[in-house]
């Protein structure tokens, strides 16, 4: 399975971010299957954001919750993130990653946010 992220690189504060993690040789309905969000500040360690199961049901981080949106396009085997209210500090490299049972874990290769006016 291949896992692509792509986005726009520069956002403005206040802006909204709109990430794309593109699904290649896997379904992203495939069963058992959680699509998830991770990111990486500078400096920082590894931070969980959210994700989307195989049959849809969706999952977020506490503290991101209420600026934070995952969906999914099946026919396109595409995941998407949005994020709300950007701020300075949620500049980070931004990662989607599979998670398989029964343990098998696949990383796309991240894509670089930062926010900055």
């Known amino acids: 399975v291949q896992l692509q992220e792509s986005g726009p690189g520069l956002v403005k504060p206040s802006q909204t971010l709109s990430l794309t993690c593109t699904v290649s040789?896997?379904?992203?309905?495939?069963?058992?299957?959680?699509w998830n969000w991770i990111r990486q500040p500078p400096g920082k360690g590894l931070e969980w954001m959210g994700g989307i199961s195989y049959s849809g049901s969706t999952y977020y981080s506490p503290s991101l919750q209420s600026r934070t949106s995952i969906s999914r396009d099946n026919a396109k085997n595409t995941m998407y993130l949005q994020m709300n209210s950007l701020k300075p500090e949620d500049t980070a490299l931004y990662y989607c990653k599979l998670s398989e049972l029964p343990g098998s874990n696949f990383w796309g290769r991240g894509t670089q946010v930062t926010v900055s006016a």
């Open positions: 040789n896997d379904s992203i309905t495939s069963k058992y299957t959680v």
